[in-house]
């Protein structure tokens, strides 16, 4: 998060959220596959829960950490954009669920991941990174961030700025 582009509008963010995914999707789908028989023989019911039925799919997904990113954008139209970081596994798994994905989504590899966006030049800006963190209006608000596990900021002022439409 403190590496996002410094036109960043707002951004959440935190580690772990891959290995809270498996830990939380695990035992759903362990009690979902016990209603197999009620589905009929042979059938994989987590499948019909979702296309990542193994929990470790789910932590690939959101790898060791995880960043949603609004700004840049089209005239007054925020794009919003999300930063995976992880090894292959994690990169693997985005850019299949983007090839699944229908519309408009750009995808751009980074060194320590992906970053997938409804914008190709935000989807660059965010892979590229900036010195958000480093800005003053970041530093005031959320004065330690670098040491918290989950970190939220949105720029009130600068949306407002964008107009009565942009919600976050």
Known sequence: LLDLPDST???????????AMSDAVAPVLEGVGGLGGLVGQGNDVSQLVSPLG?????????????????GGGRGDEPAVGVRVVGGQSTVDAVLALVADAKGDVSAEPTSDGVVVADDAAWAQAVASGGGFGDSQRFREAVPEA?????????????AARLGADVAF
């Open 9 to 19: 509008l707002a951004a959440v963010g935190g580690s772990g959220l891959g290995q």
């Open 54 to 70: 193994d929990p470790d799919d789910w932590g690939s997904l959101f790898g060791d950490q995880t960043v949603l990113a609004v």
């Open 146 to 158: 670098d040491q918290a596990s989950v970190v939220g900021f949105a720029d009130l002022e600068a």
